[in-house]
């Protein structure tokens, strides 16, 4: 019995890796066309959707780019539900879930909608951006010496600004800088192109043009590199782009915009003969204002002569006019002279009057009497006093103990110590007194005592 061939078996992962394998092999890069639907954008920066058409669909990721520095690209936008776009992808598979998806490096959208959506969007932000603020805005030179252009050294567009440019003032100076005016090369080249103006020098004014088009056709002009560029230049920047219906990002970021190419060079060139003519009719006025300022001046110049008569006659009135207040001063000047004297006089006696001498003088006679007076009442008062001491003295006399003495009296005082002695038992047998008299002292020892009593003097 013959037994059947064992199937090869295949692990989830091992089935998902082969066909991660052949769908990367056979799918490396494509573009493909569809239309955007659950679109999200979550914390990580990258964008989730799915792309559809009207019978299938698929996932695609566009993952957030390595560096966010990089200039924007030419076809920079926001993507939206609903959007039809044309995307360069490869494709992918996770084999965690086993799901196919598109991954997208490229993306642009597609039909009239979708470029007018782009373009609303890149206008919006760059307004926000302050890239089309007028009051950023150069002026642009009245008259330049030199011009650059922008433009497709082939076609209509440069030989009508040459044309016109030559017509209307020959002497100016023309820098052409060809590039391309459509496709995708075409930014890059007019970035360039504006970088070298500013490296040529002595260029005034650039003007970069392009003839009419479909939006496709005036892609580069919305492209968000040349608005940039645009705002950057230090020269001003003239934008003559299609027909005067049509507006692109570069009109708004320019300095000034001309409708069409042959209104730019209008614009920024004037006209030889309309100017020479412009002078002429200036200097002619000017010439009639000056003769009717002349003419004025005249006639002013007269009016004051008229008013200011014979010249010899008002300095002789002059000098009669001078005489008379020479005189009016002279008599004023007498009189106030009178006057101060008089003043100074009167100041003279009162200072007399007040003279410190005078006053002194009466000072010291006052004083002489005051002092006189004075010594007076102190005699007087001394001699008083003298009574009054005398009397004094004399009742001290008699009130004095010395007096007392006098009369036969004496102080007894214990010695040394000099207590006074009122009575006998204030002493002791022996001990040693100091007895004053009226004239000298004794010094006695007690030998006996006696108490005055009642009954007589009785013994200590």
Not at 368 to 393: D, F, H, M, Y
Request: charged share 25%.
């Amino acid at each position: 019995m013959m037994h059947a061939t064992q199937p090869k078996i295949w692990t989830i992962t091992a089935l998902n890796a082969r066909i991660r394998d052949i769908l990367e092999d056979n799918f490396p890069l494509i573009w493909v066309e569809g239309e955007v639907s659950n679109l999200r954008r979550p914390p990580s920066g990258h964008v989730y959707f799915t792309l559809k058409d009207d019978q299938s669909q698929i996932r695609a990721v566009i993952f957030r780019p390595a560096t966010f520095d990089r200039t924007p690209p030419a076809d920079a936008f926001t993507l939206e539900d609903g959007m039809t776009i044309l995307c360069r992808a490869r494709v992918g598979v996770y084999p965690p879930r086993g799901e196919y998806q598109l991954i997208v490096d490229f993306a642009e959208p597609r039909g009239l909608g979708a470029l007018q959506k782009a373009f609303e969007q890149l206008k919006a932000r760059l307004e926000i951006e302050g890239l089309f603020d007028p009051a950023k805005k150069k002026r642009i030179p009245l008259l330049p010496s030199r011009i650059g252009v922008i433009t497709s050294p082939t076609g209509a567009v440069i030989r009508d600004i040459l044309n016109i440019t030559k017509r209307r003032f020959h002497s100016v100076h023309i820098l052409v800088a060809p590039v391309r005016v459509q496709g995708t090369e075409a930014p890059v080249e007019i970035v360039d192109a504006l970088a070298s103006m500013e490296l040529a020098g002595n260029v005034d004014v650039i003007i970069l043009a392009r003839g009419g088009g479909s939006l496709e056709d005036l892609a580069p002009f919305n492209d968000e590199r040349v608005a940039r560029a645009i705002y950057r230049c230090t020269i001003p920047v003239i934008s003559a782009v299609g027909h005067e219906t049509d507006f692109t990002i570069a009109d708004f970021a320019a300095d000034l915009r001309a409708p069409t190419p042959s209104a730019a060079a209008e614009l920024v060139v004037p006209n030889r003969n309309e100017m020479k003519r412009h002078v002429a009719e200036v200097l002619t006025r000017l010439v009639y204002l000056s003769g009717q300022r002349i003419r004025l001046d005249r006639q002013v110049l007269a009016n004051l002569a008229e008013r200011l008569g014979d010249p010899g006659r008002l300095i002789a009135d002059g000098r009669l006019a001078v005489d008379d207040r020479l005189d009016d001063l002279r008599r004023t000047l007498g009189r106030l002279l009178e006057t101060s004297n008089h003043t100074v006089k009167n100041f003279k006696l009162q200072l007399q009057h007040s003279s410190p001498l005078n006053r002194i003088q009466r000072a010291l006679i006052i004083l002489g009497s005051s002092r006189a007076t004075l010594e007076t009442i102190c005699l007087n008062r001394l001699e008083l006093l003298k009574k009054k001491l005398a009397v004094q003295t004399a009742l001290l006399d008699s009130l004095s103990p010395l007096a007392v003495l006098g009369r036969g009296y004496s102080i007894t005082r214990t010695w040394p110590g000099g207590r006074v002695v009122r009575r006998a038992g204030e002493v002791k047998m022996d001990q040693t007194l100091d007895i004053t008299l009226e004239s000298g002292h004794i010094i006695a020892r007690v030998a006996n005592t006696y108490e005055e009593g009642e009954n007589g003097k009785g013994k200590l």
